[in-house]
């Protein structure tokens, strides 16, 4: 023993080999790790044994930088993710816990006691490693019910399925690529695969192209590429074929019974699938064999841009008016249309008539009288409504160009009543400007119901003085007409005098005037009045015949603020 540490000390060979030596004691004092004391050193010194005394202290920074890196190493494997989260303190490097954690970091067996150290996932992993090791993978995989399963179907001779190939290509699982290969061999015959040299990792992916083939799923455009470049033709045209199919269904043109890659409609179909434009050629190629729904899929990018620009208000062009006809896209036509009419319920579908309704009023068309009763019945024919003042508007519009072609004033009366129906009093006002021609007219009726609707329009614009001297006047005229009694009627209830009022609106009856006459210009007037002046208005019709007036106790008229 002694020889052997003198050897080591580099002690010189003439000093002589004493157990009981000052030197071999302070040598062993050192080899077994205890610090040596200043007279110790000082004695080195003085025997001449600084060649010894540098070994010392070789070794103490030795042990000082092997300590410092084991303890760096033990704080870094304590944050291991096995573990147990409980074991807070840093153990030191004389402990049990210490070794644990080395054996942890490399995945090794621990014993019972060792257990304490650990979570639950380190035991699942290692029954991982016990399968991974029998089947020879030889990558490492972290513990998951994936993993697991993948590698004990592979244990148990089991035919993986083509995720589960996809999973062991994603995760490089590159070790056991000839073994898997070797299951499929019934699979290398169908598809006409002979001896093929590759590597490891396209044995993999040769075997979850073989298994995606089987199952009927559309390779990728690289695994495509692959069967290309091996000269793999029987299977690429199989996979070509699988794809055609599922563009085929995907895009709704399953009528075509082609199955061929070789087919112009597969190449169209593979340009839909990747987003790019068809050109007018193939536009016309799917328009020719009736596939509409695979066309309008096919611009359904663009659509949406549409649709967003309509939610967006921003309606629709004539250039995208144009596309939306070309490519049958006539729903965000519609969707525009109702949103410019201010139609916004999901009530009414694309083949009810408000379709046409809405065309015809977007395009200044007249509307017929079925439109209009539709528009009725389906409620959407209101005074405030867009789609009733654009009506009067065009029906204005056309009975000023028919007086302009007829010179029948008859015309101007209908022409003034639409200009007020569509909130145009003064372009109402503007026909029967003219007083001197319409007091030269012959015809006592139609004078009269020009200065009734010219009293109508003023009264719309609020100058009502010269709205109840047009009355008067049109009643001097032609006194059996009721249409001026009825509007000196409300003229009178403008003006607050609701007794004498009523008396108009007798007079009016006994001319011919209807109760719902009286009822509509009640129902303007007090959409004009304030919220006090409708109560007393209300509570005046309700005395004077609460069963003729009973509808205005639902009534909530769109009275001004006070």
């Known amino acids: 023993m002694i020889d052997l540490i003198f050897e080591k000390y580099k002690i010189p060979s003439h000093w002589k080999r004493e157990q009981l030596g000052t030197l071999y004691f302070i040598l062993r004092k050192d080899e077994l790790g205890y610090a040596l004391g200043s007279s110790e050193r000082q004695w080195l010194i003085d025997q001449h044994l600084n060649e010894t005394l540098d070994f010392i202290n070789y070794q103490v920074d030795y042990k000082n930088k092997l300590n410092d890196e084991l303890r760096d190493e033990i704080r870094k494997l304590a944050s291991n993710s096995y573990v147990h989260s409980s074991i807070l303190t840093i153990p030191k490097t004389d402990s049990e816990r210490a070794f644990v954690f080395y054996k942890v970091h490399n995945h090794e067996e621990i014993n019972a006691d060792e257990a304490k150290f650990v979570d639950d996932s380190y035991h699942r992993q290692i029954r991982l490693n016990k399968i991974k090791n029998k089947i020879g993978v030889i990558e490492t995989v972290s513990y998951s019910t994936e993993s697991t399963r993948i590698f004990s179907n592979i244990a148990l001779g089991h035919v993986l399925s083509s995720q589960e190939y996809q999973w062991l290509f994603k995760n490089k699982i590159f070790s056991i690529s000839d073994i898997l290969l070797g299951q499929l061999s019934e699979l290398l015959t169908n598809f006409q695969i002979n001896k093929i040299e590759i590597d490891p990792q396209h044995q993999l992916l040769l075997c979850l192209i073989l298994k995606k083939l089987d199952e009927e799923i559309v390779l990728d455009a690289d695994e495509q590429s692959f069967l290309k470049t091996k000269g793999l033709d029987f299977a690429l045209a199989v996979a070509q074929k699988t794809e055609f199919i599922q563009l085929k269904k995907k895009y709704q043109a399953t009528e075509i019974t082609d199955e061929e890659p070789s087919s112009h409609l597969f190449k169209v179909?593979?340009?839909?699938?990747?987003?790019a434009s068809l050109p007018d050629p193939d536009v016309n190629y799917l328009k020719k064999r009736k596939l509409h729904n695979t066309l309008?899929?096919?611009?359904?990018?663009?659509?949406?841009?549409?649709?967003?620009?309509?939610?967006?208000?921003?309606?629709?062009?004539?250039?995208?008016?144009?596309?939306?006809?070309?490519?049958?896209?006539?729903?965000?036509?519609?969707?525009s249309l109702k949103n410019e009419f201010e139609i916004y319920d999901s009530k009414h579908p694309m083949d009810s008539s408000l379709f046409g309704i809405l065309v015809k009023l977007q395009s200044n068309q007249r509307l017929s009288d079925d439109d209009v009763v539709w528009l009725n019945t389906e409620k959407l024919f209101y005074s405030r409504s867009k789609i009733f003042i654009t009506h009067h508007r065009i029906e204005a519009t056309y009975c000023e160009d028919e007086f302009k072609r007829t010179k029948g004033y008859w015309n101007l009366v209908n022409a003034s009543a639409h200009w007020r129906k569509a909130r145009e009093p003064k372009l109402a006002l503007k026909l029967t400007n003219n007083l001197a021609a319409i007091r030269s007219i012959k015809e006592?009726?139609?004078?009269?119901?020009?200065?009734?609707?010219?009293?109508?329009?003023?009264r719309d614009l609020d100058k009502l003085a010269d709205a109840e001297m047009c009355a008067l006047e049109a009643i001097d005229i032609f006194p059996s007409s009721h249409?001026?009694?009825?509007?000196?009627?409300?003229?009178?209830?403008?003006?607050?005098?609701?007794?004498?009022?009523?008396?108009?609106?007798?007079?009016?009856?006994?001319?011919?005037?209807?109760?719902?006459?009286?009822?509509?210009?009640?129902?303007s007037i007090l959409n004009k009045k304030s919220e006090k002046e409708c109560v007393i208005i209300i509570a005046h019709l309700l005395a004077k015949d609460p069963i003729r007036f009973n509808w205005l106790k639902q009534y909530k008229p769109k009275h001004k603020k006070n």
């Open 296 to 335: 309008k899929i096919s611009f359904k990018p663009e659509a949406d841009l549409l649709i967003e620009k309509v939610e967006q208000g921003l309606g629709l062009n004539t250039d995208d008016i144009e596309w939306c006809t070309r490519y049958g896209y006539p729903e965000i036509i519609f969707l």
């Open 444 to 458: 006592a009726k139609l004078k009269a119901a020009l200065f009734t609707t010219r009293g109508g329009a003023l």
């Open 483 to 523: 249409n001026p009694y009825t509007l000196m009627g409300a003229l009178c209830y403008d003006f607050g005098k609701y007794d004498e009022g009523d008396k108009w609106f007798e007079k009016a009856i006994k001319r011919g005037a209807k109760p719902n006459d009286q009822d509509a210009e009640i129902r």
């Open 269 to 275: 179909l593979k340009k839909i699938s990747i987003g």
